[in-house]
């Protein structure tokens, strides 16, 4: 929501940017769901690929990888337990997605799309709002990519936000005694697709975290990739005030994004290789086997 600033990885300075899922651990021979022959089953192994490119076929693919500044006062809330910002696994029917991908995607539509079909299986659905959207709509400024502190503690606060919120639906949805599934608008891996990665990585230190804790907070991962990565002609900002990236910036935090979340095992890429309409389709099935594959 409106967010502008440079993004390196490693010295590669990739453009300036603007800021604006359900499945149970992976088991060996772990299958990719597809409808494109150009999708290969992984066999033996838990890694599935998508064959033909970012705008190739097929479904998805699942990955799972077999001078310190001044002290700032404000840090992440944390939980003194050795689970810290790990949900307990009691509530096994209980689901967690982070819904998340770069700039018209199609996200809002998808999580209406597959809302319908879990509620029409008996699912209760909670959708947790957009933290950073919260935060700018209520009048505080991202300070830019250079706000040295002021940015430190604006990444904290909304991190804080962010444990919060998920926390307080998945703890009502356990309380209902009802299977559901808790849909995050973005999740916390997102934060470091915003950031230098040496920012992030002070502010997951500062604040006693790794990202595998981070990771361990989702099920599923569902990414839906933008209209500005094989789409390109229904790329549009007109329909959502906030967003000011341009095609070429869009396709970049994109790819950024799915090289924050490769880490997770149930990563799971919506692409555009058929018409809208289809991807939704796939972003659905995709969900819904994952929770079939938990029954």
């Known amino acids: ?30 299958r990719v769901l597809s409808t494109n022959s150009n999708t290969k089953n992984s066999g033996s192994g838990i890694m599935g690929f998508v064959m033909g ?8 693919y699942y990955s799972l990888m077999g001078s310190k500044k001044q002290q700032h006062t404000n840090t992440v809330s944390t939980r003194k337990s050795s689970s810290s910002h790990h949900y307990d696994q009691e509530a096994a029917n209980i689901y967690r ?13 998808s999580l209406e799309a597959f809302s319908k079909e879990l509620s029409a299986r008996g699912y209760n659905v909670y959708r947790a709002p957009e933290i950073p959207t919260i935060l700018i709509n209520g009048g505080a400024e991202y300070p830019g990519i250079d706000g040295g502190e002021k940015l430190f503690e604006f990444e904290t606060h ?15 949805a356990k309380s209902q005694n009802k299977p559901g599934v808790v849909v995050m608008d973005r999740g916390m891996l ?18 006693n975290l790794t990202e595998n804790q981070l990771i361990d907070r989702y099920d599923m991962v569902l990414h839906l990739v933008s209209a500005a990565n094989g789409a390109e002609q229904f790329y549009t900002t007109s329909n959502n005030q906030a967003r000011k990236e341009t095609v070429e910036e869009a396709r970049a935090l994109d ?24 991807k939704l389709s796939r972003a659905t099935a995709a969900v819904v086997e994952m929770i079939e594959s938990d029954i």
């Open 255 to 278: 790819e950024t994004m799915i090289e924050c979340w490769k880490n997770h095992p149930r990563h799971a890429v919506i692409d555009n290789s058929t018409d809208f309409a289809g």
């Open 53 to 60: 490119g970012c705008a190739g076929g097929g479904l998805a």
């Open 158 to 172: 909304l991190m804080n936000l962010q444990l919060a919120s998920e926390d307080a639906f998945y703890g009502i």
């Open 1 to 30: 929501a409106g967010r502008m600033m440079l993004l390196f990885r490693g010295n590669r300075k990739i453009l300036n940017l603007t800021r604006g899922c359900m499945c149970p651990k992976l088991k060996g021979g772990e």
């Open 190 to 207: 997102d934060i470091p697709a915003y950031l230098p990665e040496k920012l992030w990585k002070e502010i997951l230190e500062r604040n």
């Open 97 to 109: 997605i982070a819904l998340t991908g770069g700039p018209c995607g199609g996200k809002s539509s």
